[in-house]
């Protein structure tokens, strides 16, 4: 008996592309409340995200942080959000700009 390793990244190769497509668009909508709970709020926490979309603190974590990486990749690059350890919320800054239109 043969047995062959093959090598997958975490997930990647076990998940079929409607899951893909269905990740990205979750994901997406996650970004879209993030920005919007800044432009309306002021401010945004893990906590948020995990109570409206039921996810976990980790994937909460992630979630804002490629928020702020889209924030600076963004012409012309731009700081939306900045940690306050004593409110412990990511509160909008000064010269934020939504990456989503409202409708």
């Given at each position: ?26 994901q997406a909508r ?74």
């Open positions: 008996m043969v047995i062959k390793a093959t090598k997958t990244t975490p997930m990647g190769d076990l998940m079929s592309s409607d899951d893909k497509m269905v990740n990205k668009w979750t996650r970004l879209e409340f993030i920005d919007f709970r800044l432009s309306c709020d002021g401010k945004i926490n893990r906590r948020d995200l995990v109570d409206f979309f039921g996810i976990s603190i980790p994937q909460a974590s992630l979630d804002l942080s490629r928020y702020h990486q889209l924030v600076q990749e963004a012409v012309p690059p731009r700081l939306n959000l900045a940690y306050d350890r004593h409110l412990k919320y990511y509160v909008r800054t000064s010269d934020f700009k939504p990456l989503y239109p409202q409708l």
